[in-house]
């Protein structure tokens, strides 16, 4: 298992979450490919985007549910600062992570983190584990209170 897997895996053990880690099939590549692979909806996987604050030059982690697009001007208008997009090695230097496998948690830096309020409306839902291939499962309420991240309106 990859080192930042187990790393996530070590921080749901050490505050006590029930659910395993889950690894999906290489061709799931998107939203919809995990959802179908995890049988669940599009909706319900909570993807990460990292954005680049312009001002600070500092990571801002964005959940939002699979099926919604984000509206930058809104998150802007939110955190009161330009966003401007984050390349691989800014992802990687700010989250230990490669993009595609950002977990809501275990970040090699502090990073503020907004939760799309579409999300609270499922029983479950999926987030990336620390790589592209590998999820894991909780409640909208455990996502909340395991990243103390601030509930929004994100979609366009």
Known sequence: ?????????????????????VTLPDDAHTALAAAEAIGCEVAQIAKSIIFRLELSETALLVVASGINRIDESKVETIVGEKLAKADANFVRKQTGFVIGGVAPIGHSNPIQIL???????????????GHPKTVFQMTPEELVEMTGGKVVQVKK
């Open 115 to 129: 939760i799309d309020e579409d999300l609270l409306q499922y029983e479950t839902i999926w987030a990336a584990a």
């Open 1 to 21: 298992m990859n080192e930042r897997v187990q790393a996530v895996e070590q921080i749901l053990q050490d505050i006590g979450h029930s659910h395993e880690i």
